[in-house]
C-alpha cells in the first residue's frame, strides 16, 4: 500500500531488461549511441515532428530547469502555477539555470492557469519597462500537481493567450503520459499543434529507472540546449543506458499502458475514497494522482496497516478529533495492484 | 580493439545485477532508500572516515563542479592543471556552478602539478587586495588525464602547499580506483590524511554504469552539498538506481580489482607500444591510459582493423609521411582483455 | 509643480558645493580618499555603531541588491513586501546579484508588512527540506514605497519575528531620513537596536547627485561587502567624490533638515489633497509622498498647467468621465516649495 | 608628483563646471534628461556613426563587464591579453556579468595581442565540442595596460581575425582619449571600421568624475543593454549628472586636448627617464603611462621626496643595492605639470 510517490515505484521489466540489454559490448558514449537515434526517430515519430531535436536527461527538475533556462532572458517572467514543481520543489533549479529569472505564481483551481489568470498575469509584467522584469516564458504541467489534466483545447487557449504576447510555452510533462491517455488526444495535439515549444517529456516516475527526454519542436534552441545540458552536467557518457530506458519505454506503446494503469488504479482509488464514510475528493481525479479527504481514524488506521502516503498539505496535524477530515495525496503509478488500492480503502474505512 | 574512452565500455555484470535486484518493490525515494545507508557506511568505513558526508551523483562533471562550489565563493580562484577535466572537458561546469569563479590553470609534465608550481601560482593571486580575484580551492586530478598518478605523499606536499595559504583542496578521482592500485597506498592516505578535503569518488569509468560518489571528509558543507546538488537538478527521485550501483562496486573490493585489471591491460599495451618500432611513450603509464606515439602507417592499420581511439592532442593529420610518429591516447577498461591489447599491438605494427 | 519623483530634483547646494571642494588636488582613490574616513567615522557616530562596516555605492539598486547578497544564500528566500523596490522596481538585481535567490512576496496594507504576516510568511518555508528554496532573509523597506513609515517598534517587531526563525534583516532605506524624521526616533532605534543587521542609508532621493551609504552593523560580512562591490563594478575610483556628497550631505545634520522640508510640503500637500472636493488620500502620509485620488477633471486641469506626476497604478486611463477619481503618486523632495504645492493644489481642484 | 593612476587626478574644471550647471531645476530621470540627448547625438557625430546606440555608467568596469556580457553566451571565451584589466584587476566582474564565461588569456609584448597569437588562441577553442568552452569575443584595451597603443591597423588586423571566426570584439577603452591622439586616427578608423563592435569609451581617468560611455556601433543588442545595465544596478536615477560631464568632456574637443596634454607630459617623463643614469624603458612610452627602470637609491629619493607611484611588478623588494634597477609605472594625466615632470625626473635622479 504505497502511494507516497510515483518515484517510490521501481522501474517496469521490460524497461530493466532493456538497460540490462543495452549493456552488451562496447558503445559510443555521450550520446552517440546507436539506441539514442532509434529514440530519436521514435519520438519523432510519435509526435509526428521530424524536425524535433530530442534529448535526454536523468531527472526532471533537469529536464525542466535546461528548458527554462533556453527559452527566457535572465532578466524574464517564468510565468507559472503557484503549485508548479519548477516554483516549489526544485529548490529554486530555474532561478539557477537561468541566472536568476523571476517565477511569477498564477492562482487558479485544482492546479490549473486559466487563460484568463494567464492574460491578466502576462499583461502586468512591466514589458518595455527597463526597472522591471520582463516577459519571458510560461511554463504549465500536465498533468497537474493537483492530479488534473489540462485538454488539449485547454493547452492550446493557454498557448493562444502567450503567443499573443510573444511568449514561448514550455510543458512541464513529468507526468505526461498519464495526462495523454487521460485527455484522449495525440501527442502531437498536446503539444506542439497547440503550441507548446519544448516539453519535458517524464519517464522515471511512469516506470523508468531515471530518463527524461527535452523535445524542442522548434530546433533552433538545439545546440543551446547540447551547451546548457553540458554545462549542467547532465551529460552521461555512458548514455546508451538512458537511451535503452526511453527505447523501451516507447516500444510498442508501453508508455500508454503503464499509465493507463496507473490512472485506473487512481480512478478506482478515487471511487472509494469518495464512496467512504465522511470521504471527499480534494480534486477531481483525472491522472494517477489522488486528493482527497477522510477521517482522521481512517488515516491512523490506514498507517497503522502501513499505508505510505503524505498528508497534502503536509502540515496537517495527526493529533485530533478521530472524525476530523484530514487530506492527503495518494499517488497510483504502472505498479499499483487492484489489491493494493482495495486493501488501502478497507483500511482507510477507519 | 575499443582503446576510446574507459566510457564506452558498459557496466561489470555484478553491478548490472546489483542494479536489477534493486528494482524489487517499493524504495525510498531522494537518498533516503536502505541502499544508501550501506554505501555511506561502506565508503565510510573504506576511507576510515566516520564522519565524512556521502552523496551520489551520475555524472564526473556533476561531482566535479558540485564539490568546487562548495569549496571557493564565486570571487576565488580555482588552482587546476593546464589539462584538468574541470578546465577543458565541462564547458564552464565548475563556472556556472561558482557563479563565476575563475579557474586559473598551473602547468606541469605528465599532467601532475608540482608543489613549487602551486605555490608560485597561489602566492600570485592579488589575496586582500579588492582588485583581483582571491584565493579559492585546488582541485587537483588523480589518476591525471595523462594516465599518471600521484603518490600518497604527492598529494600530501601539494595539499601541505594548499594548507599553507588556507585553501582547501578537492581531488577529481573519476579514476580514483586506477590511481589507488596504482599508488599502493590507502584510501585514507591518498585523501584525508595527505589534506584532501572533498573527493570525487568515480564509479563510472571503471565499470558503473552512471554514478559517482561526493565524499566531505569534514562534513561542515554537507547540507549545502545537498542543496547545490538539488538545486543543479542532481538529486535522482529513484535514488536506489544510483546506491545500487555503488554498493555493488564496493562490495568485496570489486572496484579494486576493476581498476587492478583495466591498469594491467594497460601496462600490457604500453608496454607493447614501447616496444614498436618507432613507438614510445608521451607518458610513463601509471593507470589505465596509455599515451603512445607511433608511425602513421600503424594507426592506419590500426584503424583499417577497426581499432578505436584518438589522436591526442586531436589535431594531428592523419595525412602525410608513413613513417612519422602521431601521438594517441589508449584506454583500457575493465573489459579490456589480453586479446583487446593483442591485436591492437599487432596491427599498430603496420 | 514636479511631483514625479524625489529623484527629478537636483542636488542641495551644500553638497554640490562640498563636491566642488573635494575636486583639489589629488586624492588616493578606491574608497581610500581621507573624506571617506570622515565619513566612516560620521556614520558610525550618528548611528551609535562603532563597529560598523560603511561602504558608498551610486545607486539605490546597488545598495539593495548587495546588501541582499551578502544576507542570502543563493538558495535562500528573499521576504519582501509585494510592492518592495527590490522586487517591483529592480529588473531582478536582487536575484542577479544573489545568484537566483527567490523573492517571497508578502502583502500588507499601506506598503507594510505585519508581523504576523511575516511569521506566516517565514513559517511556510520548506526550511531543512532540500527540494524548496530556504530561509534566506528580510528586506523591508522605510519609508515605504506607499509613503508610511515603520516605527522603530514596528521594525523591531519584524526583527524580532526574524530573530525567531534565524533571518536576518536588511533595511532599504533609500528614504531612510523621511522615515527616520517621520517616526522621531534616533537612527540607531531604527535600525541595529531595532533588530537590523544591513542598512541601505539613502542620499541620492534626497539631495544628493547619487550616493547611498550601505551600513553593515555587524562588520563580519564586510570584506565579502567589498568584494561583491567591486565584482558588481561599483567600486569608484574617484571615490572622492561619492565620499564629499555623504560628508555634507550629514554633515550638521543636512540630511534631516532636508527630509523634514519634504515631508513637510508632503503633509501639506496631503492635507490639501484631503479637502480637494472628490479628493481622497489613498494611504496615510508619513514620509514625503503622497498617494490621492481626485477626479480626473482635476488631473487634466494640472496636467495642462505643467504639472509633473505619475498616475499610481500607471493602468489608469486618462480617458473617462470627469468627476471619476484617479490615484497618483505625488512626491515632494528637499526642494518642493509651499508655492509649488499651493500651485498644484490650485490646478488638481480643476 | 603624484604618478600613481589618472584616477588620482580630480576633474578637469570645465567638466565640475558643467556638473554644477546641471544641478539647476528639475530633470528627468534615468536617462531621460536632456543633456544625454545632447551626449548621444554628439558621439554619434564624433564616431561617424548615426545608428550606434550609446549608454552611460560611472565605472570602468560597468562598461567592460556589461559589454562583454552583451557579446558572448555563459559558455563562451573571452579572448584577452594576460594583463587586460578585465582579467586582472576587475575581481571577476565579467565572469559575474557574463554568468561564468571563461576569461582566455593571450601572452603578447608590450600588452599587445598579435594578429597571430589571437588565431591560435581561437583556433584551439573546441568550437562545435560540446565538451568545451565555445568561442565568445575577443576584448582589446586600447592605450593597453602598458601604456602602448594598437594603431587602427593594428585593431583592424586583429577584427580581421576575429570575424574570420564570426566573433565579435570590444575595445576597453578606458584610456581611449589617450590612444587616438597618439594614433592620430579618427575615432571611426579606430572603432567600427577597424571592426569593432562595442567601445567602453572612457571619461573618468581622464578628466570626468566618474563617467565612461558605452557605444553600441550595431544597435542591435541596445535594449539588452539597457537591461543588463539596470539589473546590475548602474542605472542613475539623477542621470543628468553623468550626462552633463560626458557633455562637457566632448564639447569643442576637450577630451582631446585633456589627453593630449597627459600624453605630452607622459613623453616628457619618458624621455627623462630614459636619460637617468641606469634608467631604461620596460614598454614603449606611447600614451599616458611610463613604465620605466631605474637604480632603487632613486627610487628611495623620489618617495622620501613624496612622489607617489607603483612598483610594476608589485611585488619588488624595496631593499637590496641602490644601484639595482626597479621597475615601476608612472601615470601621467590631465593635471599632470611640467614641473610635476621636471621635479620627479630631478628625484629620481637619487
New interface residues.
Partial sequence: M?F??D?????APDI?AA??A?????????GADALMDEVRGEIRRIFDAPEAAVYL??????A???SIACLT???GSVYCHDTAHAE??????P?????????VRIPGDHGKITPAALDTTIRAT?QGV?????RGMVTITNATEAGTVYSAAEVAALCDVARGYGVPVHMDGARFANALVSAGCTPAEMTWKAGVEVLSFGG??NGC??VEAVVLFDPKRAW?F?????????????H??LSAQMAAYLKDGLWLRLAAHANAMAARLSAGMSALPGGSLVHPTEANAVFAAWPRAGHKAAMTQGA?YYLWPHDQSEDGPGDQPLSARLVCSWCTTEGDVDAFLAAARG
Same sequence: chains 1, 2, 3, 4.
Fill in positions: 504505497n507516497a510517490s518515484n517510490t515505484s521501481g522501474a530493466m538497460v540490462t543495452a549493456n552488451a559490448g562496447y558503445a559510443k558514449s555521450y536527461v536523468a531527472t526532471g527538475t533537469a525542466n530547469a535546461l532572458q535572465p532578466w516549489v520543489d526544485e529548490c529554486g533549479a532561478e539557477f539555470y537561468t541566472n536568476g529569472a523571476k517565477l512591466a527597463v526597472h522591471g522584469v520582463q522515471t516516475k529507472l531515471g543551446e547540447e551547451l546548457r545540458r553540458k554545462r549542467g552536467a547532465h551529460l552521461f557518457s555512458k546508451r543506458f505510505a
